[in-house]
């Protein structure tokens, strides 16, 4: 399995969590932090 595989397994996981519109709020802006921290970074 290859590591894409795996992220995307693990992200349905994640979003499959999401019981509400706060929930969803709070993982936009956890990836939204993640991405910025990585294109920061580069």
Known sequence: ???SEIAH???IN???S???ESDLNEFK???A???ASKAESH
Do not use: V
């Open 9 to 11: 397994m693990e992200l």
């Open 18 to 20: 999401i019981k509400s």
């Open 14 to 16: 994640a979003i499959n």
């Open 29 to 31: 802006d956890m990836l």
């Open 1 to 3: 399995m290859s590591y």
């Open 33 to 35: 932090r993640y991405f």
